[in-house]
């Protein structure tokens, strides 16, 4: 069974830093299209950052990008996002998201199968 779990969110005050993982189980991702999302109350969920395959190419929203970094170890199977200068229209739950079967550069929800179950990040003014 495919598991996906984030942690590392938080409170921070804008302009902080938070990092947050997602430890996967049950398969390996290695070259397959993973990616973080987010979605703010009352607002559509959104592509924040993705990663083409283990070691590949990332790509980023034009809202995060130079703030925000995304990394994974396919050894520990974790996916990782860093993000920096943060503001508070950067809160939001956060989500990780993984492919069954493809690699590439995939921006919508709908490329992704896996789920995990959120972590909260807030940014205080």
């Known amino acids: 069974q495919v598991q996906l779990v984030e942690s590392g969110g938080g409170l921070v005050q804008t302009g902080g830093s938070l990092r947050v993982s997602c430890a996967a189980s049950?398969?390996?991702?290695?070259?397959?299209?993973m990616a973080w999302f987010r979605q703010a109350p009352g607002k559509e969920r959104e592509f924040v950052a993705g990663?083409?395959?283990?070691?590949?190419?990332?790509y980023y929203a034009d809202s995060v990008k130079g703030r925000f970094t995304i990394s994974r170890d396919s050894t520990k199977k974790t996916l990782s996002l860093q993000m920096n200068s943060l503001k508070p229209e950067d809160t939001a739950v956060y989500y990780c998201?993984?492919?069954?079967?493809?690699?590439?550069?995939?921006?919508?929800?709908?490329?992704?199968?896996?789920w995990g179950q959120g972590t909260q990040v807030t940014v205080s003014s």
């Open positions: 998201a993984a492919s069954r079967s493809g690699s590439g550069y995939f921006r919508s929800g709908h490329e992704y199968d896996f």
């Open positions: 049950g398969r390996t991702f290695s070259s397959n299209a």
């Open positions: 990663s083409t395959w283990s070691d590949g190419p990332t």
